[in-house]
C-alpha cells in the first residue's frame, strides 16, 4: 500500500474509533438518567429491554473497539493490509468494505468453508 491509502485508512479507522467513544459516553450518561423507578412494571420491563439491548450493541462496538485498535497499530508496525495467513495483501475494496480485517478474501472464504463444514458435519 502506498502512503496515501495507509493515510486514507488511518484517519477512517481514527474516526470510526471517536464515533464509538462518543456512543459509550452518551450511554452511560443515558443510563444515570433513566435511574428513575416506574411504579408500572411493564413500564420497569420495557426499560430493562431497552437497557438489555443497549449493552448488548456496547458490548459489540468495545470488540469493534479493540480491533479498531489492532489495525492501528498494524498501520504503525507496517503490516496494515497484510493476510495473517497467505502474508499476501488484502486488496483495497474489502478493506474499504472492513477495514479492520486480517484477512484477504480468499483466505476468509476458506476459513468460511471450513467453519460451515464444521457445522453441519
Same mark, same amino acid.
Given at each position: 500500500?502506498?502512503?496515501?491509502?495507509?493515510? #486514507?485508512?488511518?484517519?477512517?479507522?481514527? /474516526?470510526? @474509533?471517536?464515533?464509538? *467513544? !462518543? +456512543?459509550?459516553? &452518551?450511554?452511560v450518561?443515558?443510563?444515570?438518567?433513566?435511574?428513575?423507578?416506574?411504579?408500572?412494571?411493564?413500564?420497569?420491563?420495557?426499560?430493562?429491554?431497552?437497557?438489555?439491548?443497549?449493552?448488548?450493541?456496547?458490548?459489540?462496538?468495545? #470488540?469493534?473497539?479493540?480491533?479498531?485498535? /489492532?489495525? @492501528?497499530?498494524?498501520? *504503525? !508496525? +507496517?503490516?496494515? &493490509?497484510?493476510?495473517?495467513?497467505?502474508?499476501?495483501?488484502?486488496?483495497?475494496?474489502?478493506?474499504?468494505?472492513?477495514?479492520?480485517?486480517?484477512?484477504?478474501?480468499?483466505?476468509?472464504?476458506?476459513?468460511?468453508?471450513?467453519?460451515e463444514?464444521?457445522?453441519?458435519?
Open positions: 500500500m502506498n502512503k496515501e491509502q495507509i493515510e #486514507k485508512f488511518h484517519k477512517r479507522l481514527t /474516526e470510526m @474509533l471517536d464515533n464509538l *467513544e !462518543d +456512543g459509550a459516553v &452518551g450511554t450518561s443515558g443510563m444515570r438518567d433513566d435511574a428513575t423507578a416506574f411504579p408500572d412494571p411493564t413500564d420497569r420491563a420495557s426499560l430493562e429491554s431497552d437497557r438489555n439491548l443497549t449493552l448488548r450493541i456496547r458490548d459489540r462496538e468495545r #470488540k469493534l473497539r479493540s480491533k479498531i485498535e /489492532e489495525a @492501528l497499530e498494524r498501520i *504503525e !508496525d +507496517g503490516t496494515f &493490509g497484510v493476510c495473517e495467513v497467505c502474508e499476501g495483501p488484502i486488496g483495497e475494496k474489502r478493506l474499504d468494505a472492513r477495514p479492520v480485517t486480517t484477512l484477504c478474501i480468499s483466505c476468509k472464504s476458506s476459513q468460511e468453508d471450513e467453519e463444514r464444521l457445522h453441519i458435519g
